[in-house]
């Protein structure tokens, strides 16, 4: 590449960087989570809550640190996955 195009190009970069800075943030804010088959946006606000302090229903699988399981997915199974200390770390579909 010629030194006027690597300078062209390095101008033209230059010249862009600002426009993207200046873009606005498009992530949509998070709402209400969807129906799921499982239920899980019903249990959300179970995290952060110790396991035993939980009532869970009978299609629900608790997931322990470091538990070997299959890979068979079942949409309408609700996993509560757990922290090292036993607490509702996520609540998810599978």
């Given at each position: 590449m010629s030194v006027s195009k690597t300078l062209a190009t390095a101008a033209f970069l230059t010249a862009l960087i600002?426009?993207?800075a200046a873009a606005q943030d498009t992530t949509p804010e998070?709402?209400?989570?969807?129906a799921t088959p499982c239920g899980a946006e019903h249990f959300q606000d179970l995290i952060g809550t110790?396991?035993?302090?939980?009532?869970?229903p009978e299609n629900a699988e608790?997931?322990?640190p470091n538990t070997i399981r299959t890979m068979i997915y079942l949409a309408?199974?609700?996993n509560i996955g757990l922290d090292e200390?036993?607490?509702v770390a996520?609540?998810?579909c599978g």
């Amino acid at each position: 590449m010629s030194v006027s195009k690597t300078l062209a190009t390095a101008a033209f970069l230059t010249a862009l960087i600002p426009s993207i800075a200046a873009a606005q943030d498009t992530t949509p804010e998070a709402g209400p989570m969807e129906a799921t088959p499982c239920g899980a946006e019903h249990f959300q606000d179970l995290i952060g809550t110790h396991v035993s302090e939980v009532a869970l229903p009978e299609n629900a699988e608790v997931v322990r640190p470091n538990t070997i399981r299959t890979m068979i997915y079942l949409a309408e199974r609700l996993n509560i996955g757990l922290d090292e200390n036993d607490h509702v770390a996520l609540v998810y579909c599978g």
